[in-house]
């Protein structure tokens, strides 16, 4: 099963911006629609935002505006640029497939003071 590593996560104030990365070990890397997902404590696993094998993106409303994914097939990652970062976006934030076919990886913490 194909694993993933996220990483670029961290402690932020309130407006601040982040870039995570998360890296696919597969060679069709570039066949998959990839998925930013979040975990709030407490709460349920959330998508984020997708990146489908075309480039097009879509976003939760609730990151809409803030938040850009983006990938490179060449790296076998997909990159999420969070821009204006709020308490509520505090979570651990992980990479998969939009069907959520790979391994879950570890995610990386993202903490978002006011």
């Known amino acids: 099963q194909v694993q993933v590593a996220e990483s670029g996560g961290g402690w932020m104030q309130a407006g601040g911006s982040l870039r995570l990365s998360c890296t696919a070990s597969?060679?069709?890397?570039?066949?998959?629609?990839m998925a930013w997902y979040r975990q709030a404590p407490g709460k349920e696993r959330e998508l984020v935002a997708i990146i489908n094998s075309s480039g097009s993106t879509s976003y939760a409303d609730s990151v809409k505006g803030r938040f850009d994914i983006d990938r490179d097939n060449i790296q076998n990652a997909v990159y999420l640029r969070m821009n204006s970062l709020k308490p509520d976006d505090t979570g651990v934030y992980y990479c998969n497939t939009r069907r959520r076919e790979f391994r879950w990886g570890q995610g990386t913490q993202v903490t978002v003071s006011s």
């Open positions: 597969t060679s069709r890397f570039s066949e998959y629609h």
